[in-house]
Every structure is written in C-alpha cells, then in structure tokens.
C-alpha cells in the first residue's frame, strides 16, 4: 500500500511517497516559497538522482501538481499513475476538540476543518488547500486528515482550562489545544520501545525543540500536559516566538509603541524569542551555539534564558505526572544540540540525571544520553512526523474498509 504524505505550510510543501507494506521511503521532497516567483523545488527519489529547480510556484495547488506531475513523469516517476496510491495522509494543524484521531476527509470532516480556522488562521487554510488540490488532481483516491491536535485530547480538564471565565471556553472554545501532537506520539512511542517498557505503563517527558517548541507530559501513553496552548504561541521561549508572557505586556508594549494587538502579536509571534533575546543576533541555535562559545552576552542571555524556560516546564511536568522515567530531546535542537541538551541536563541534577558526556557530544540517532546510575534515562529520539501521518493515514484506511470514497 502506497500512501502520499502531504504537509503543507504557509508557504511550503512537504511531501513524501510511502510504500507501507515495508514503510520504505520512495520519495521525498519539499516546495518552497510557494506564493512568489522564485519557488524551489526538491525532489528526492530513494534510488535515483535528486532533482532542484527554481519554478513558478503561484500557489498551493500548482504546488500540489508539480509534485503529482513529477511522481508520474517519465523521467523522473516513481510510479507509472496516481491509482498507484492508496491515500493521501493531509497534516492539519488544528482539529479543535473535534478529532481525538485520524480522520477520512468527508465534507462533513472538510467543513468542521474549516470551522477550526478561526484557531489557527495562518496554518488550517493552508492545510485545506492542499486537500482540496488533491482532491482536483486525484479525484478517486482516499483522503485522510492527521491532526496535530489530537493526541493532546487525553489531557484533563484541569490541565486545559484557563483561569478565565468558564464561559469563554463554553461560548468560544477557549482553552488549552497543544500541538506537535504526532511528534509526541511517536517520540513517546519510540522512546517506551527503546528502553523496553510497556508504552501504557511509563511516566515520559518529551522535549520537542525545533523552531516552534513544546514539551509534553505523558503519562501512559497518553498526553496530560503541553506546553504550547490555544495558539502554538503559549509555552516554552521558541526561536522566534515569546512562549508565556504575563498578557498585560502586551498592553503596555501597543502604548509604548503605538502598535495595534496585531502589531503586538506579530512581535510576540516573529520578533521575539531567542531572536529577539539576543538582539536580533539570531533565531538559529547553531549561529547562537557559535556566539554562545565565544562568550557573545547577546548569546548567553538568549540561551540562558531559553535554557530556564525549559528546565521551568520539565520541572513542573515532574510534579504534574508525580515522577518520571524518561526524558527525551527531539526535533532540531533537540536532536542536533549536544550543548543545549548539556545545559538542560545540568539544571535537573536535582532529580538524579546524570548525563553520559561522551555519549550526549556523540549522539547520531537514537541514543541513550543519561549514565547507567542516571535516576531518569535521557534520550535522543529523532522524530519522524511524515512516518507518524503515513501510519495513522493507514490505520484509518484499515479501519473504514476498502470502499472507494467517502461520499
Ligand atoms: P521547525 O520544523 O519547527 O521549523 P526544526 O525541528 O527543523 O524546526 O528545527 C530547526 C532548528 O533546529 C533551527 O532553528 C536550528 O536552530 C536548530 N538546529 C538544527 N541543527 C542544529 C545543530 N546542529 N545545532 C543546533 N541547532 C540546530
């Protein structure tokens, strides 16, 4: 069984063509600069030349074609026709309260997707572009929808509820949502495999660091606690984002500058971060990781201070699961940064880790970190969102039959 992973942002497209019978990788690959001139597209087959061209890329759907025209096109296919393709497994990033797994993509579902947009208006119509230019160019094959919201459905009552009217969550669903929900899932899965416990029985803290960031709290396989809330904007300092502030800034900040709420959140959302903590130096880790080395201040406070705000919410995950096990790093700076996880690690000594140096410095894959005496074992565990959408794109298949469409 084929099935096509379709990961659309605001302005990229990743994909990747799946054979499930033995999860190889046929191809794999990534619009980018979708609504400009200047798009770029790449294109990696498993067994044969890459391929990279500036293209003309107006918008999601010809980015959608480019990609269906290339799988199928003599020189460069790996299959000889769209029918080769059992499904297509659409990530989105907002599903409400709605989804708690994955979906075929029904009207009913596509018009519930919808009404989710008003929670994430930059990332759910994306998403429903290229699920519509799927269905335009493969009118007869299965879509399935993957939500990045559902795992965190599991979380209690008191974990999503903020302190505000409880009318405001009855009349306009405002509460904690969590995201990065399949990176998760699978982190929390793989890490529960590699140490050899049973994943419904085991207290986990996953650390999912890239340029957007959370951490999660789960608890038997099931998420408790997330840091990232109504918006991916909540939680833990990200790269260029705020993470949690006290709201009332946002006031002062709209006087001070003269900046409407949405002047403000695109600070809060672009400008701020360890981009804006180190002055502008840089929103990457690695140009941060450089300074930080060569003693830059604007480095060292901005790493510091994300260093804090991570150790804060382990900390408090800690409390919430009453105890730990394992703790794991994934994502770009959790999977590439030795010196972020070092840092990290240093500041839990108080709950017994005890970090393998040698092995942190050597990590490559999936990796134990944490010395044998080590009270919590430590993890690196890359993440594979694109496997974790292919294989819930799967199981919904098997589980709705083979019936052609789901009109
Ligand atoms: P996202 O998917 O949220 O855009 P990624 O998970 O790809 O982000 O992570 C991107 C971030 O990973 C970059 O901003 C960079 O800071 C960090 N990164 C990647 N490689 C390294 C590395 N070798 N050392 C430190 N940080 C790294």
Do not use: W
């Amino acid at each position: 069984m084929k099935i096509l992973v379709i990961n659309c942002g605001s302005s990229s497209l990743k994909f990747r063509l799946l054979e499930m019978d033995n999860e190889e990788v046929l191809v794999k690959g990534l619009c980018e600069r979708i609504g400009s001139k200047f798009g770029h597209f790449r294109y990696e087959p498993e067994n044969a030349e890459r391929l990279e061209r500036d293209v003309d890329l107006p918008d999601h759907d010809a980015a959608v074609k480019m990609v269906i025209d290339t799988l199928i096109s003599e020189d460069h296919g790996v299959i000889d026709s769209v029918d080769e393709i059992s499904a297509v497994g659409h990530r989105i990033v907002h599903g409400g309260d709605k989804f708690s797994h994955a979906e075929c993509l029904t009207p009913d579902v596509i018009a519930e997707i919808e009404e989710c947009s008003a929670l994430a208006p930059i990332h759910n119509p994306v998403n429903l572009m290229g699920i519509r230019a799927c269905q335009k160019y493969m009118p007869t094959t299965h879509m399935v929808g993957v939500f990045d919201t559902a795992f965190h459905h599991t979380l209690p009552e008191e974990a999503y509820l903020y302190g505000i009217p409880y009318e405001y969550y009855k009349k306009y669903k405002i509460r904690r949502y969590g995201f990065h929900g399949m990176s998760h899932e699978y982190v929390s899965r793989r890490t529960a495999e590699v140490m050899g416990v049973p994943y419904d029985r085991c207290k986990q803290i996953i650390c999912h660091l890239g340029n957007g960031a959370s951490i999660t709290a789960v608890r038997n396989g099931e998420s408790v606690d997330t840091s990232m809330g109504y918006t991916p904007l909540e939680g833990i300092i990200m790269g260029t984002r705020s993470g949690s502030i006290d709201p009332e800034i946002i006031n002062v900040i709209a006087k001070k500058e003269d900046l409407d709420t949405q002047g403000v959140m695109d600070i809060l959302n672009n400008k701020s971060g360890v981009y804006g903590l180190s002055d502008f130096l840089s929103s990457d880790v690695r140009d941060l990781s450089t300074a930080y080395g060569k003693n830059d201040p604007n480095a060292i406070r901005a790493l510091n201070t994300y260093v804090y705000s991570i150790v804060k919410y382990i900390g408090s995950y800690v409390t919430v699961l009453g105890g730990v096990d394992s703790i794991s790093f994934t994502a770009g700076i959790g999977e590439h940064s030795s010196l972020i996880r070092k840092l990290v690690c240093e500041k839990l000594y108080y709950l017994g880790v005890k970090l393998n140096d040698v092995a942190n410095d050597n990590a490559n894959g999936e990796t134990l970190i944490s010395l044998p005496d080590s009270r919590i074992s430590v993890y690196v565990i890359p993440t594979d969102e694109e496997l974790a959408i292919a294989r819930q794109t799967k199981e919904r298949l098997e589980a709705y039959g083979s019936g052609k469409n789901y009109e």
